[in-house]
């Protein structure tokens, strides 16, 4: 069985369930992964893990442990990887997930002018969606090198539920993700009050933290709408569940960052597709891959609040889409965004690079 080494800075971001998932449904492969920080163990648990600080005590653990492929999650750690690469004589393949793209100034700062070096001795690169193959097309990477590799969930974790208007008419909105610039959370806001004016029984849950909450928090205070929007803190993902179960409506207004930065396509919104939910979110990065607008959600431009709103009130207005919009949207995750199709495509994916 031949053995990769998964490279991951940090393992493992609370958001990254996707790389988690992968890990540990591979069967035709030994994986271990080295990383410089160990964090949310307890949620992550895996058997193989080896901490390194320096380029030389990663090449005593590739060796030890006689690695025949170096899997480098996020363009930032491959470019730290090549002269180890080329040390050791490995095949590398790096994963693109979005922040790390070239389109994002600050990650681009990160690469220290080594990106053409990358592509030209990186075996093969994986990105999320069409839109960021295109993106490391504009950078010079060979399009032959390029895969695109759909992040997967687990769809069976997902119950799919019907959503129907509740007898009491309260209908409530429910949004996850970190309070970044590009979860465009603000415009969401902004969107729920116009809502809000028109249809008053709606509810707004926001689930997730980060450095944005204060002002975020104190744009729901101006607006008025304290005891309409409930700020959920983060919470573990068996909650983000339940939360999904519990709402009618998912909205995620994703905008391209002042530096660049975008999504992939966000696992939350296949999650929430997956449980049966209509969805409403932007036509942004790779997002239209996976909600076909009037479909299987509603699409709106980056940043366009009114827009959002008058979304919104469309589906407040036809609950008769719900279902509709609910079962071809966990048809789609079913088909393409399946968890157990997509680690079969990255193992054939390592079976190519192990041949070469």
């Known amino acids: 069985m031949?053995?990769?080494?998964?490279?991951?800075?940090?393992?493992?971001?609370?958001?990254?369930?996707?790389?988690?998932?992968?890990?540990?449904?591979?069967?035709?492969?030994?994986?271990?992964?080295?990383?410089?920080?160990v964090m949310n163990l307890e949620r992550f648990p895996f058997h193989s893990i080896y901490l390194f600080k320096k380029?030389?005590?990663?090449?005593?653990?590739l060796k030890k442990r006689n690695i025949d492929l170096i899997h480098a999650r996020f363009g930032t750690t491959a470019v730290e990887l090549l002269d180890l690469k080329?040390?050791?004589?490995?095949?590398?393949?790096?994963?693109?997930?979005?922040?790390?793209?070239?389109?994002?100034?600050?990650s681009y700062k990160k690469y220290k002018g080594k990106l053409q070096q990358l592509f030209q001795e990186g075996e093969a690169f994986t990105v999320t969606s069409n839109n960021m193959k295109k993106i490391l097309m504009d950078y010079g990477c060979p399009k032959n090198k390029i895969i695109v590799h759909y992040s997967g969930i687990d769809v069976d974790?997902?119950?799919?539920?019907?959503?129907?208007?509740?007898?009491?008419?309260?209908?409530?909105?429910?949004?996850?993700?970190?309070?970044?610039e590009k979860k465009g959370m603000k415009y969401l806001i902004n969107a729920f009050h116009r809502v809000y004016k028109i249809y008053p029984n709606i509810r707004l849950h926001i689930a997730g933290d980060g450095p944005l909450r204060k002002k975020l928090k104190k744009q729901v205070k101006e607006l008025?709408?304290?005891?309409?929007?409930?700020f959920l803190g983060e919470i573990s993902?068996?909650?983000?569940?339940?939360?999904?179960?519990?709402?009618?409506?998912?909205?995620?207004?994703s905008v391209t960052g002042k530096h660049g930065n975008q999504e992939g396509i966000p696992n939350v919104l296949k999650e929430a597709m997956a449980t049966g939910m209509p969805v409403i979110s932007?036509?942004?990065?790779?997002?239209?891959?996976?909600?076909?607008?009037?479909?299987?959600?509603?699409?709106?431009?980056?940043?366009?609040?009114?827009?959002?709103?008058?979304?919104?009130?469309?589906?407040?207005r036809n609950p008769d889409l719900w279902i509709k919009m609910g079962k071809k949207g966990r048809d789609t995750v079913k088909r393409k965004f399946n968890s157990a199709k997509q680690v079969e495509e990255l193992e054939k994916i390592y079976d190519i690079l192990l041949k070469k």
């Open 2 to 37: 031949s053995r990769i080494a998964v490279i991951r800075s940090w393992y493992l971001p609370s958001s990254e369930t996707f790389i988690y998932s992968e890990l540990i449904n591979l069967s035709k492969v030994a994986p271990i992964v080295c990383t410089k920080k």
């Open 55 to 61: 380029s030389n005590e990663l090449e005593k653990v």
């Open 86 to 106: 080329k040390k050791l004589g490995v095949p590398m393949l790096t994963s693109f997930h979005g922040f790390d793209l070239p389109s994002n100034k600050v």
């Open 157 to 180: 974790r997902f119950e799919f539920k019907e959503r129907k208007i509740p007898e009491n008419n309260k209908i409530r909105l429910l949004c996850v993700g970190r309070m970044v």
């Open 224 to 230: 008025k709408i304290e005891g309409k929007v409930k």
């Open 237 to 253: 993902h068996k909650e983000v569940v339940k939360e999904m179960h519990k709402a009618h409506i998912f909205v995620l207004a």
């Open 282 to 316: 932007t036509k942004h990065a790779g997002i239209p891959e996976l909600v076909r607008d009037g479909k299987s959600g509603f699409l709106v431009d980056e940043k366009d609040s009114k827009k959002l709103a008058e979304r919104i009130l469309d589906l407040i």
